[in-house]
């Protein structure tokens, strides 16, 4: 008996019943269940490991983490045997298909998280993460009459087998007139197990708001019944959802206790692990980094300050620790995304909070004025300032580094949003080019791929040195493995046709180019963008000025912030456009349009695996990174896209030639003088008759109003933004363009194409997160191997 069957036979077991005849949800519980006492033992020699050596903690409001089951087998080397196994029981691995993912994140910044967790494990390196063990994450989406709709994602209603309850390590966290508990649960992070060797493993440790007194039964007794629960309604709230709308105070006042809520809470369980460990918290910064993931952790700094207070030591000794532990990681340069608390509001919730605060804010501005430095510079740099506490400067002034997350995104911080920062501290600025894992993101999503690599290259080494695909990329000129290839990519194009007719009742052509473009919805994304070029070639298709038209599906994928009012009415005006031309005969044979519904992790590994083309469109010097451009490029897709983010370093390593690149580059953009919208509409009648769609009749926003407000954001602009502020009617004629290039080459040069995919395909070495987190092992936390 292998250990798959053991693992299998343990949870036939715990179950009572064979495997076949178990219900999915309790199979699930049960072989995860198994999986975790295997791996216990080693759990707990890594966990010791860490402890006993420099370590890093990675405190993140998102971990998207996804569906864990196939994830965990395979990085265990289970996965093969698990399958044949459950064949042999008279089942199938695939009906784990039906659990839900970890709705525990959103975008990219949690996909990142969760990718860096991997890398970590298979490195060996001794990372944990901290974050919120969020109910209902953000939110389970759907669509009515074209609108997206949001009810809550109870991922975890029929349990969760991949985390352990830890009620001894419980902490209290205060907040002026509450207090709640913070309950952790840890999730193993499995580290790929190469060639049997025992994998390492680390701990996403997420935690839980309960009430300290759950139910007061004196008030239940007298009848006031709701009053008599408020207390946990209170304290679950902080735990309940990602990302809650924040338009009002209350709402702002939420999300500020969850971000106190995980960094109080994951900050005395580091020092309460120190001090077991090492007696005392004097070698606190010799054996501690914490890396912030963007601005929401930052209150971590005044938090760690106060308890060290606490512990004896006086502000100018804590801050000066604080400088040596902390690092952050900044996803953005736009001002409205640098979050800013008002200060009234942090000192109503959290007084000591912001009296650290102001002693820090003041600290600064003492040195500052000291060196003598301008007063424009100084005002710049302040952390308290016009009512508001700024929580980036906080971060640049306590903390040892700050990292952008692409090289041209690291050099806009150093000349915008932070560049009287980088006037002050250069010294302080690195680049941490983003990665995924291509584990996840290629071993288990695309297994016929990662067979026809391992079959030329003579291994699956490049599970581990993803560097090593560029040794194949000469077989781009091997006709033969270029017919595999494609072969390869039309059995996945035909798995996520049969995916989208099976879950959502769309009938989607394999046979076609898939054009993808799956993100969070931002207007500086531009799905609008996409949108407006399906328009374009609807209408050229339509007057004949497009003749021939490579049958094309275009698929799109993206949730919107439940508040965010135009980009949800972006999605209603791109279903509207799938209903148009879903309902014309003259043209719904060759041009097919879907948005899919409930866009998650494990939709992704569907999507990316099938892309042919990959839309990349931000406008230049707004997309930090991208790691989405990472994943279709890893499974052989050519980029469609700006020089913007990780594209720029995309076409770095596959080659211009190997992709579609468009647009104005960042360098136009800030040569551009006098630029108006209503002009440049004004002269193209292909650009007037695209955007007038948005208030001609030709689709319907159902007398909303929502798709004229879109027009006249464009043309007219807004109180807090300049008309068409991204560019959109700027960029459109060159995307078309680009686009219908790419289109008619993937017809009309098939071979030629897929020599393409495969190129992008060898070069995405650069960009595994495996390279990343030993950039920041080596060059931010000074960790080793363990």
């Keep these: 008996m292998n250990k798959a069957e053991a693992i299998l036979n343990a949870a036939e077991q715990t179950l009572g019943k064979p495997a076949k005849d178990a219900e999915v949800h309790a199979l699930h519980n049960a072989l995860g269940a198994a999986v975790l006492a295997e791996i216990q033992p080693r759990w707990q020699e890594c966990r010791q490991a860490h402890l006993a050596n420099r370590r890093v903690c990675y405190f993140s409001m998102e971990f998207l983490v996804g569906r864990a089951v196939y994830n965990n087998l395979y990085c265990l080397g289970l996965l093969d045997d698990m399958t044949k196994a459950m064949e042999h029981a008279g089942t199938s691995v695939s009906v784990f298909e039906e659990i839900e993912d970890a709705a525990l994140g959103n975008g990219g910044l949690g996909r990142l998280a969760a990718c860096f967790l991997d890398s970590a494990a298979a490195c060996s390196l ?81 935690w839980q708001a309960e009430p300290v007194d759950a139910f007061d039964f004196d008030t239940f007794n007298a009848q006031h019944y709701l009053e008599a629960s408020e207390e946990t309604i209170t304290a679950e709230d902080i735990s309940r959802c990602l990302y809650p709308n924040d338009d009002t105070r209350a709402g702002k006042a939420l999300r500020l206790k969850q971000q106190y809520f995980f960094c109080a809470a994951s900050l005395a369980d580091c020092l309460k692990k120190h001090k077991a460990q090492f007696g005392t918290l004097d070698t606190l910064p010799e054996h501690l980094a914490v890396q912030l993931n963007d601005t929401h952790p930052v209150i971590s700094i005044p938090e760690l300050i106060r308890l060290l207070k606490l512990e004896g030591y006086s502000f100018a000794q804590a801050l000066e620790m604080a400088k040596r532990i902390f690092s952050y990681t900044n996803h953005t340069i736009m001002q409205e995304a640098l979050e800013k608390w008002d200060s009234d509001l942090v000192d109503e919730l959290l007084p000591e ?165 799956i993100k969070r919805l931002h207007e500086y994304k531009r799905q609008l963008l996409n949108a407006f070029s399906i328009l374009w070639i609807y209408f050229g298709i339509k007057d004949g000025s497009i003749q021939n038209f490579p049958p094309t599906t275009f698929l799109f994928g993206a949730k919107s912030a439940p508040g965010y009012r135009r980009a949800k009415a972006i999605i209603k005006y791109i279903n509207e456009i799938a209903k148009l031309i879903g309902s014309d005969p003259d043209v719904r044979d060759v041009l097919n349009v879907h948005f899919v519904c409930n866009y998650n992790v494990s939709y992704a590994e569907k999507l990316v695996s099938a892309c042919d083309i990959s839309e990349q469109i931000s406008t230049a010097g707004t997309e930090a990174s991208g790691t989405g451009n990472m994943k279709m490029m890893l499974n052989g897709a050519v980029t469609l896209g700006t020089m913007d983010g990780a594209n720029i370093e995309i076409v770095e390593s596959a080659g211009a030639e190997n992709n579609y690149i468009f647009g104005a580059t960042v360098e136009d953009l800030a040569n551009l003088k006098d630029y108006c919208s209503r002009a440049v509409m004004a002269k193209d009648p292909r650009i007037a008759r695209v955007v007038r769609t948005l208030i001609d009749g030709t689709v319907s926003d159902d007398g909303t109003g929502e798709f004229r407000e879109l027009y006249f954001a464009l043309l007219d602009g807004a109180s807090w933004h300049q008309p068409d502020h991204y560019y959109l009617l700027l960029d459109l004629p060159s995307y078309a363009e680009t686009k219908l290039r790419a289109l008619y080459d993937y017809r009309d040069d098939a071979a030629g194409f897929a020599a393409k995919q495969w190129r992008n395909a060898c070069a995405a070495g650069p960009f595994s997160s495996d390279r990343t987190i030993r950039q920041y092992a080596a060059e931010c936390w000074q960790i080793k191997e363990v």
């Design 353 to 517: 909070i912001y009296a650290i605060m102001l002693q820090i804010s003041e600290q600064l501005l003492e040195e500052l004025y000291a060196k003598e430095l301008p007063a424009e510079q100084i005002h710049s740099l302040r952390i308290i300032k016009d009512g508001q506490v700024h929580m980036a400067n906080l971060a640049m002034y306590a903390g040892a580094y700050v990292n952008g997350v692409a090289a041209i995104h690291t050099e806009l911080l150093k000349t915008t949003v932070l560049k009287d920062w980088y006037a002050l501290a250069p010294e302080k600025f690195q680049n941490k080019t983003n990665g995924i894992t291509q584990r996840r993101w290629l071993g288990v999503c695309n297994p016929e791929l990662t067979a026809l690599f391992s079959e030329l290259h003579g291994s699956s080494d490049f599970l581990t040195d993803l560097e090593q695909l560029k040794s194949l990329s000469h077989y781009a000129d091997d006709a033969a493995v270029m017919e595999r290839f494609r072969k390869v990519k039309q059995q996945k194009k035909q798995q996520l046709a049969d995916y989208i007719a099976k879950t959502e009742g769309v009938q989607i052509n394999p046979a076609s180019c898939f054009d993808i473009q």
């Design 126 to 206: 001794p990372v944990d993460g901290y974050g919120i063990r969020y109910k209902y994450g953000l939110f389970k989406q759907g669509f009515a009459n074209g609108r997206q709709t949001e009810t809550g994602d109870d991922w975890s209603r029929f349990g969760d087998p991949w985390s352990v309850r830890c009620d001894a390590d419980a902490v209290t966290v205060q907040y002026r007139g509450q207090t709640v508990r913070a309950v952790p649960y840890d999730m193993p992070v499995i580290g790929y197990a190469k060639d049997g060797a025992a994998p390492h493993i680390g701990t996403l440790r997420l």
